[in-house]
Each structure stands twice: as structure tokens, then as C-alpha cells.
């Protein structure tokens, strides 16, 4: 691994529907700072996968799958191989697929220098699960975002309905406890906030208040000598 100590990182980690996806964009354009939303990473490869009818459970071709994956992003837009898949990422069955396959411990590895690789000048912003803990440990924010359930199964609701998908709030809730279960019980990487991250609440708060809580505390993180 390269080190790249002065590229300054934003890791923001948390639960699915948490507001990071928001959140890390808002940070990011406020800063000038690029974006990687790992989350994308894991589901693109979950959409490959299906595709392919892969055996979620074949480790080794799946982490194949993830070394070899030509995905372009860029801000929102997902492409593999010329064909837009941003919405074809986000479906259930996608977020499911994605949820398994990133317990296995050679994907995971397999996608880690690839997500390394987005720290470029003059900084970033990076969301997932393990952005504080395995892939920038030295990051100079480290941010977990949390909202309750019913909150973020209503967030998701009105992002797929935006979308014109079909969905259930009781679905929804549900897949979001199994999901949380998955990611939280996981032996690999977990979902867990690391101890030098800062909790952030975002349950009834506005996305915009969330935004200018990060950069004031990158602002103050900068000032600790
Ligand atoms: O953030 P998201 O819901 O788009 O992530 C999709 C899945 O990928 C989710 O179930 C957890 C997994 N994931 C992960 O394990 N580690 C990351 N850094 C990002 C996502």
C-alpha cells in the first residue's frame, strides 16, 4: 500500500438509509473534495454477480468479479462497460446480494486498494461501513451516522417511490433489521462505530444541519496538532 498521509479523508460510516450517502455528497461539495460512496463498490458487484447467476456463496468468483469489474462513477452514475446501472444497483434484490457478498473476506480484499485509489488531492469524502476502521484508519474525521429504523425505512420508501419503484414500509423496515443484522453481525469488518469516529444522531434532523455539523467538526479536527 502507498502511504498518502496528506490527502486529507472524511470517513463516514453507518447503517443502510442512515443519511451518509446525502451527507458525504453535501461534505464533498463543500469542500471541493472527491466522493466515493463504497457501497456502490459492493453493489456493483452484487448486480454482476446476479447477472451472471453466481452462487453468492462461491467466495473465490466473486472476488474475482470484484478485482476484475470495470466500473466508472462518477458523482451518482454508476457504468459498467458503457451501460448505466445506477438504478439497476439500488434495486432489493441488489441491496441483498450486496449485503452477503460483502461478508466475504476476499471480496472485501479485493476491493480495498480499488477504494484506496479515490484519495486523490485535495481530499475526500469517503461512506460505507469500514471507511474509518479498515480502509482510511488514519483518516482526519471520523464520522458515524446513525437514525432509527422506522426513519430510515421511511427514507428509502420515498427514494425508491422517487424513482418510481414499488415498495412496502413494512417491507422495507424489515429488509433495513435484516440488512443491519447481516452487516452488524458479520465477522469480517462489521458495522460498528470505531472508537476515535463521532456519533451523529440524524434522526429528525435536516440533511443540511447534518452537513454543516461535519465540516464544523473537519474544521476543529484540522486544529488538533
Ligand atoms: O451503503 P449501501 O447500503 O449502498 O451498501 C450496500 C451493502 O454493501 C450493504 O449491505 C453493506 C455493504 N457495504 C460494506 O459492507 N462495506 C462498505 N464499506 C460499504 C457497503
Not at 480499488?114 to 488531492?121: D, V
Not at 437514525?147 to 433495513?176: D, N
Not at 469480517?188 to 444522531?201: E, G, M, N, S, Y
Request: charged content about 25%; glycine content about 8%.
Amino acid at each position: 500500500m502507498v502511504s498518502q498521509p496528506l490527502i486529507p479523508v472524511i470517513a463516514i460510516d453507518g447503517p443502510s438509509a442512515s443519511g451518509k450517502g446525502t451527507v458525504a455528497q453535501g461534505v464533498a461539495a463543500a469542500l471541493g473534495f472527491h466522493y466515493l460512496d463504497s457501497g456502490a463498490l459492493y453493489r456493483t458487484v452484487a448486480l454482476a454477480a446476479v447477472e451472471a447467476g453466481t452462487n453468492l456463496e462461491n467466495e473465490s468468483r466473486l472476488s474475482s468479479i470484484a478485482l476484475n469489474l470495470k466500473a466508472e462513477f462518477s458523482g451518482d452514475t454508476v457504468v459498467i462497460k458503457g451501460r448505466d446501472v445506477t438504478d439497476a444497483i439500488r434495486t432489493e434484490r441488489v441491496s441483498e446480494a450486496a449485503s452477503r457478498i460483502a461478508g466475504l473476506a476476499k471480496v472485501r480484499a479485493a476491493l480495498l486498494e480499488r477504494q484506496r485509489g479515490f484519495r486523490r488531492p485535495p481530499g475526500l469524502v469517503a461512506e460505507g461501513r469500514d471507511m474509518g476502521s479498515v480502509v482510511f484508519p488514519d483518516a482526519a474525521l471520523k464520522v458515524f451516522l446513525t437514525a432509527g429504523p422506522e426513519e430510515r425505512a421511511a427514507r428509502r420508501y420515498k427514494q425508491l417511490m422517487g424513482k418510481g419503484m414499488r415498495a412496502t414500509m413494512a417491507a422495507l423496515l424489515q429488509e433495513i433489521q435484516e440488512r443491519d443484522a447481516r452487516d452488524s453481525d458479520r465477522s469480517v469488518a462489521p458495522l460498528q462505530k470505531c472508537a476515535d469516529a463521532v456519533l451523529l444522531d440524524t434522526t429528525g434532523v435536516p440533511v443540511e444541519e447534518v452537513v454543516t455539523q461535519v465540516l464544523a467538526l473537519y474544521q476543529r479536527a484540522q486544529q488538533v496538532p
